[in-house]
Structures are given as C-alpha cells and as structure tokens.
C-alpha cells in the first residue's frame, strides 16, 4: 500500500498496485498475440492508461481478477489495432489495383487513410447487412430499389438499415 | 465504449438522434421539396443540439465525399473480421500458452536489444566474445545469466559464430525462437523466424541441437544442414553447400530458383512492396545478385528474364510479363 499515493491522487496507488504486478505478463501476453514487441509495449502502456482513467472505480471495490481485467481492455485495444492494420493491408492493395489512385501523393494517401481510419470506425460497429445497404448508397450510388434487388430485401428494410447507419455513425460522431 | 457513452450524453438526445437520421434516409432517396427543406431548417433551429447533431451529419458526408470512390468500396466494403469472434480467440489463447512460449516471453534480467532496418545488416561482438551478424529487418535480446547465454530472436534473421573464448566460458550458449531453441555446440549457424511459423536452422562450422518448444525430442543438426522447426517438430534436414550465409556477403545466390521465391526473398532487403505476376512466378533464374543495390537487381531481371517492371510508385513494383 502507498498512502501517500492515495493521498495524492485518490486511487492511484491501487493501480500502481496493478501495474507493478501486471504489467509484464500483460506486455508478454500481447506479444504473443502480435509477435511484435514494440506493439505490444505501446498497447500495454495504453491499457494502464485506461486503468488510470478509472481509479476512482478501483478504489472503492478493488480487483478481484486483476488479469481478467486487464484481457478485457487490452483485447479490446488489440482488436483495435488489429482492424487498424488490416485496413492498411486492404488500402495497399486496393492503390495497387487502381493506377490512377497509385499515382497520389504521399500526402494525399496521407489524408485518405486517415479518413478511411475514422469511417472504418464508424463503420466497423455496423451490423453486416446494414453496413453493405449504407455502402452501396454512400459510394455506389445506388438508390433504395436498386440495394434492395442487389440484397433481395425489401426497400422497407432497406430504408430501415439506412435509418440506423446514420443514427449510429451520428452517434459516434457526437 | 465511446458510441455508449455518447447515448448517454444529454446532447445526443435518442430523439434528436432518430429524427436527424430520418431527415438523412430521406434526403438521400430524393430531393426535399422546398416545404420539407423549410421543415429541416426549422429542425435545426430547434436548439444547440439539433444543429450539432446536423453538422454531425455534414460530417459525414463530406467523408464520404473525400474518398475516392473505388478505393472507399474496396477497403471499406472489406470482409472483416468479426471482432467477438477474435475476442474469443484470444481468451482460448491465454490460457493454452505453450511454455517455450511462455519463455520466449519472459522478460529477462540484464537485457540488450539489437535490431536492423529492412536493407541494413549489423554485426556486433557479445560480452563474451562471440561474434552476432544481424541480417535485414531483425530484432535480437540478449539475455546472459548465471548459467546460459541467451540469445532471443524476436524477429528476423541472426548468424552467431561462437569463438574461442566464448568456448571456455562453461555456459550453455542458446538462441530461442519463437518455436524452440537452438543449442550451440561450438560453432557457426545461422537462425531466421521465416514468418510462417517455422524457424529454419542453417549450420556452417560443427552443430547444434534444436529442441522445439512443446517438444521432448532434441534434434541434431551438423554442418552442411538445414532444418526447419515448428513447436512441435522438425522438418528435414536438407543439405546446403556455403560455407557462410550469402548474405553476410551482401549477396542472394540462387540456383534455378523460382521467380516467385526469388522475389519473396529480395523483398525482405526493400521498403515498400514488390509484387510477383502469378504468369511469370514460375520462370527459374540462376546467379549471384548484390544486395546493396536491390533496385538494379531488379533492373537486371528486365534484360535477363522476359518479364517487365511496372514501376507505380518507387515504393510499389510489379515484376510482369513482356
């Protein structure tokens, strides 16, 4: 225990509790999930980040599983970066199939990845059909009748997955 | 986390929410008529939040908009995948950890990291007197105890030659990867994670003995060998017949080798990707290529083999048909 710690910054000493004992089988934990090390280090150093956030929590009713703890937010983290990287892959790919995208700016791919990054957020907490119906409208441009031919539903269900697209990417955008 | 936390926030409002998206499904199957778009200005003004939620909206069109749209489709429209179906994954995973595994991780107690850059080497002589070249793209620790000099290969490729003074020194001398060990026994052998899940001994001077991790079996590997390891067994050995590794001559030497796996191979020394056309994967070329230079490696490929080079970007090569 570090009373002077709690003193301080309420809480803060039960986190340095857990981080102390946890943070190297966290970082060994993720690596071997990632086979990198670095990674590993930056995503270990950001769970305890959202560890900190929640010390007041920590305080009143202190872990019980400290490791199952630290798995659900690191999961979710490496989740994170994981869609991160496979976003890349498929933006690389998709440059290499389109010569006129190839011939951008490494500003300009700059800009668009970084803007597919925050849509592919917004996006990634679509349900399937309803990620499809709000992707053909946004970039092919197909109207209501037409998605519903091409996902054989009715354009009812269609105007329906539209409706929550937009209530969910504004969500997320508030 | 981030979506929740802003449904519960006051200026969400569920209601403001569901009507925004409403005027947005409507206003993307038609136009509005001038009294429905008096009605969405009116909506608007309502309060702070109506128009927040608005711009929100502006938002997201504008990214739309931003993106070009065959490359929006094919990247966006990706299949993914599905993020509870990883979570649970990575549950089954932390408990089924394999213990050479778990030592592959451990953090060691005096520890000194050693890596390269892809397309730059690095050689460097341990406390001990042993000699450590580091190929391209390679991350080493270094983990010296009372009884072992461990070498971790968290990535890459490594030739360690054990000298004289290293064989006086009574401690067991092990480079761990990420699926076993290899024990030296005296000698010259080189150790590279392959990325596939395998690790590929090579042995130049004496011999090793690979164990890999879930393993009960050692297996030895002489001079003039190459053997490749998962976790669990051991694939060969095949025979080689360099005296060192070619690379630590700056140079690939193939013979009658694929075009494919020859690319795969020069690939590993460049930035950026390089791209074999499946209709000319399976030409065979032969010859000593320098390493240092790998764009005119390429160049010599177009006047020696009837392929052409699509150069997109310096970054982004295709090796094709003429």
Known sequence: ?174 | MSRSAALKHPTGGQAILDEAASWLTLAQQRSLDAHEAAQLEAWRRHSEAHERAWQAALELQRMFNELPPDIGGEVLGRRRTDRRAVLKSLAALAFAAPAGYAAWLQVPRWTADYRTDTGEQQDVTLPDGSHLALNTASVVRLDYSERTRRLVLVEGEILVSTGARSASDGRAFVVQSRHGTVQALGTRFSVRDLRDGRTRVSVFADAVLVTPGEGRQDYRVEAGQVLDFDARQVFGPTAHDQPVPAWTRGQIISHDTRLADFLAELSRYRHGVLRCDPAVAELRLSGVFQLDDTDHVLDLLGETLPVRLERRTPLWVTVTAR
């Open chain 1, 1 to 174: 225990m570090n009373a002077r710690a709690d003193s301080l910054q309420p809480g803060l000493a039960a986190v340095e509790r857990v981080y102390i004992e946890h943070h190297g089988w966290l970082r060994g934990w993720l690596q071997s999930r990632l086979g990198c090390p670095d990674v590993a280090a930056d995503l270990a150093q950001d769970t305890f980040l959202r560890v900190v956030s929640r010390r007041e929590e920590l305080r009143r009713a202190p872990l019980r599983q400290p490791r199952a703890f630290l798995r659900v937010i690191a999961g979710g983290l490496l989740v994170d970066h994981l869609r991160r990287r496979d976003l890349e892959r498929a933006f690389l790919a998709a440059l290499s199939n389109q010569p006129a995208a190839a011939a951008m700016s490494a500003e300009d791919r700059e800009i668009v990845l970084e803007t597919l990054n925050r849509m592919d957020l917004l996006l990634d907490r679509l349900s399937p059909p309803v990620r499809k119906a709000f992707l053909m409208s946004q970039l092919d441009g197909l109207n209501y009748a037409g998605i519903a031919r091409e996902m054989g539903v009715s354009e009812r269900t269609v105007k329906r997955y539209m409706q929550q697209a937009y209530r969910q990417c504004l969500a997320a955008l508030l």
